[in-house]
């Protein structure tokens, strides 16, 4: 892998971690679009970037990882993902990572999903969605007080993102609003719980691959890493901005959208 197409992996992978698009989605069609085989080492690469995105929430929400309360609902909710993909680690890396039609399938359905999802809420609730403001203290305090089993049902949800593209961001903030968790701690939830979720799947991930690894390698890993953290703090921003006054449904457009026209190009 040369280093232009690292740091171009590495700032999809930054660009998208937090969005509900799915950042695997995105980095399996940046590969094909760039020509890259789907090698170990490809595969490896592009789930041990995530890393860089997820430090961008440790250095931007660390204090929220000093409260134990808080902590307690993140291993309730780790824990099943964590179970769930280890259990199928060997099937996801061989058949699912870099499946590009397994990707835009799920990528489309995703999205259509969440346009539906959507409309359900705004339906329910017949009120626009509330203004979304993740790092207030009335989300930090609702995150504090969510129910274990909330956070576990969460978890499961979670574990749904194992099949690309299907969005690790888009199946957590909607299983807490189908719970009725708010948007605002749903959200900050969501950020939180990437933490511990991407940091084990990106350092058990590295360690299986690790003999695989040259040291060519492993620079390029470090490059799309650090390019991945920058971008991510920029894409936090602008997202929490973005949804203060828009729902999903946007997002869950520009999925089928992008499915569409990769199916297209590819499969043409």
Not at 2 to 18: K, Y
Not at 32 to 59: C, M, N, R, W, Y
Not at 120 to 125: R, S
Not at 179 to 204: C, D, K, N, W
Request: hydrophobic share 55%; with cysteine.
């Amino acid at each position: 892998m040369t280093s232009i197409a690292a740091i171009i992996l590495g700032a999809v992978e930054g660009l998208t971690e937090f969005l509900p698009i799915s950042s695997t989605a995105h980095l399996t069609i940046a590969s094909q679009l760039l020509g890259l085989a789907q090698s170990d080492f490809v595969k490896t690469f592009e789930i041990v970037i995530q890393a860089g995105a997820i430090l961008a929430i440790v250095v931007l929400y660390w204090r929220r990882f000093l409260d134990i309360e808080i902590l307690k609902r993140l291993v309730a909710a780790f824990v099943p993902t964590a179970i769930i993909g280890f259990v199928l680690y060997h099937f996801i890396k061989s058949y699912l990572v870099g499946n590009i039609a397994v990707t835009l399938w799920a990528l489309g359905i995703g999205g259509a999903f969440l346009i539906c999802f959507e409309m359900w809420l705004k339906n329910k609730n017949k009120s626009t969605p509330p203004v979304v403001e993740p790092t207030n203290d009335s989300a930090r305090e609702e995150v504090r007080g969510l129910s274990y089993k909330k956070s576990a049902i969460i978890g499961l949800a979670q574990a749904l993102a194992v099949i690309p593209g299907v969005s690790r961001s888009a199946a957590t903030i909607v299983s807490g609003l189908w719970l009725g968790v708010s948007r605002e701690a749903i959200v900050e939830f969501s950020f939180l719980l990437a933490v511990p979720t991407i940091l084990a799947a990106s350092g058990y991930d590295l360690l299986k691959s690790a003999g695989s690894l040259s040291g060519g390698g492993m620079g390029t890993l470090i490059l799309g890493t650090i390019i991945s953290f920058v971008t991510a703090i920029l894409a936090i921003k602008l997202f929490l901005s973005y949804i203060k006054k828009h729902s999903f449904s946007a997002f869950g457009v520009y999925r089928i959208i992008l499915a569409a026209i990769v199916a297209i190009i590819i499969f043409h």
